[in-house]
């Protein structure tokens, strides 16, 4: 590990003065292209030192193993549609990691996405979208999220305020591009194991009424499951649910007061099953957004949570209780920062959906200063459930790098994260907690996005 960070700062020496480029990871560098067609978005390679602690409730170690080191290559590669009243946008990246730890360890890592619009008349339009993560923990943790994705995209101001339901996109292809794709965070995907298969889909149907009153209909469904056990960290005190599946139903309106304020309303059906727990519900909520000014943003809910019906075979989960959600962002020519807020009954959109009190924020910043080489980024991730009648979560997910621009489209990037989570399922207590970091040094053709300036005319109204 010490002899590769030092061969890549040397190689830095050697390439820093060659160019001044804003580089992005090959995830990343998807987001700021709008070249159509099939193309390589990136290669990198890394190496990456990981530590790992499980603790049952005696306090003691669940296993003897406290670090491992790994080497490994990555790829992303997509095909991308952007006229007409068609347009889709698919995106794949394969890594192969190898690590040691006494004996080899070869695994290999898959991410995908893939989006589609599609225009129908001058009213409707239908949005399909997919993403599915496998992974092990430690390289689960520098996939990029939503908001990572989001704060490094290099999105206009209204395409910022867009992705959190404020106001609306500039146009269809950056809705497409900007509208999902990302990672969840790993805090409760420890509930199902160190090697973790999650996958979701949603469909949406919009009708446009007028140019200000907007109707949406459309359907959310998850999944979450354990998957090839690692031999050394998996054990019985490491994960508590071997599959979980969930989904919603939703309907909701949303209305532009004014080219700042956008008020929405809607109900939604849920539904969730574990092979502890099985529930249905229903929540109706009504939400405010407004672009404060030309670089912050703020959006808020407010509902309630029924539940319905729950068939578990131990305790009781709650019944009808307020759920709140809340959005703020804030963008300057150098800085992007968003941060999230999700009170619920029944959390659906991570891997692992459960009835209880879920309550889970985020938030992402990133720091690109101009003409430079250098961008700094930290994420942030807390989730608490409790309520469940068998089972309490709580935990939280951090981390932080830095990328710097070498010549020859080449970046270099040094991440750390760390994740820990604590639980108590039937009396039992666990905690587990994993910390690593990485160094990678990657490679992306120039393709480069139009950036379209922000629209300041309508912010002044």
Known sequence: MLKAFANLVVLTCILGSASHAQGLPDQLNFTRSNFEGPHLYGVSVNSAYSHYDFRSSTGAPSNGLTGRTS??????????????????????TGGYQSSSYGVRRNTMQHSLFAGLTRSIGQKWTFDLSLSALEADLAQSLFEPSNLVLLTQSGATFDDFAASQSVG?????????LLGGGGATPAVRSLLLGTRVLTYN???TASYAATSRLTFSFGSFALGGQNRRNDPILDTPQTYVMPRTIGGTAAVSMSYSLSPRTTISAGVTQTYTSTQYQKSTGTSPTVGIGRKMGRNWFLRG??????????????GTAPGSQATFSGSVGY???????????NSAGLLIGDSAATIGRNTIYRGAWSW?????????????SHTDTSGTGF???KGWQGGAGVNRSLGWNMVLSFNYAYVTSSSNYLGKERQV???????????APRLRREQQSVSTTDLDQ
């Open 433 to 443: 907690s994993v910390n690593t970091a990485r160094l990678s040094l990657g490679w």
């Open 301 to 314: 809910t407010a509902g309630v949570y029924i539940n319905e019906r729950t068939q578990q075979s131990v």
């Open 201 to 203: 889909l949603d469909a």
């Open 71 to 92: 080497y490994g290559v990555s790829a992303t590669a997509g095909w991308q549609r952007l006229h007409g009243r068609t347009n889709f946008s698919i995106r794949y």
């Open 391 to 393: 089972l309490t979560l």
């Open 368 to 380: 690109r200063p101009i003409r430079t080489a250098w961008n700094l980024h930290a994420n942030y």
């Open 331 to 341: 963008q300057t020519r150098s800085h992007s920062l968003v941060a999230t807020y």
């Open 168 to 176: 609306q996109y500039t146009s269809i292809q950056n809705g497409l």
